[in-house]
């Protein structure tokens, strides 16, 4: 399995596949945004005019976390030092520093978002047997339990989201309309990928924007 999924909308954005009876003033409606914003971000000429199968970018309507210059971003943990967060990801803290510049290294607190300087190895998302892994390129692999309705679906991550007024509970939302990888505590569909709240705070962390999905 390769998951190699294209992903080439811009930051703040995620792309959607051009569905029968789609319209431009129905999308804008759906996800919160307007027809002139979309018609900019994908270079439309004919606002009456959707090809079916067509992949276009919808603009976020909320951003939960900072612009980043990668994909990935870190939830800071309680004990997390700069230097446990870099050892973490394999890069320096001064990669770390740069890409968040006005953070204080000796003032962490937990739940603060960080911008991660490099994005770990390319990496998909597994998921049967009630058990979601994560596939390295290198092969190396990380198992978790979890619950699923779907079969034979394939998708991509394309917005982490947490909230933190209810507790942190996080989000990792896909292409297909409210369908996520999700903690119990944040559950929204009957067809979300479930996991353990502690579990999901690991997969949060681990699996940037863009990452290709597949159950089977």
């Known amino acids: 399995m390769s998951c190699n999924i294209e992903w080439n909308c811009p930051p703040g954005s995620f792309p959607y596949t051009v569905r029968p009876g789609d319209t431009l003033y129905q999308l804008a409606k759906r996800f919160e945004t307007s027809v002139d914003r979309l018609q900019e971000i994908n270079s439309i000429e004919d606002v009456n005019v959707l090809n079916i199968g067509d992949v276009l970018c919808i603009p976020e309507p ?3 976390f900072p612009t980043c210059k990668t994909s990935n971003y870190y939830v800071v943990n309680k004990g997390d030092t700069i230097f446990s967060i870099a050892a973490y990801f394999g890069v320096s803290t001064a990669q ?3 890409s968040n510049i006005g953070i204080d290294e000796n ?12 994005a770990p190895p390319r990496l998909c998302v597994s998921i049967s047997d009630s058990t979601l892994t994560l596939l390295y390129n290198s092969g190396d692999k990380a198992a ?3 619950r699923n309705t779907l079969k034979d679906f394939t998708s991509q991550v394309v917005q982490k989201q947490i909230d933190t007024s209810f507790g942190g509970r996080k989000r990792l939302n896909l292409l ?3 369908i996520a990888i999700s903690s119990l505590s944040a559950q929204r569909s009957d067809n979300d990928i479930i996991l353990s709240d502690n579990d999901m705070d690991k997969v949060f962390n ?8 597949e159950i089977n």
């Open 206 to 213: 681990l699996v940037p924007v863009g990452t290709g999905v």
């Open 62 to 64: 909320l951003q939960y």
């Open 176 to 178: 297909v309309p409210d």
């Open 96 to 98: 770390i520093m740069y």
């Open 144 to 146: 978790f339990p979890c």
């Open 107 to 118: 003032n962490l607190y937990e739940g603060m978002i960080l911008c991660i300087p490099l």
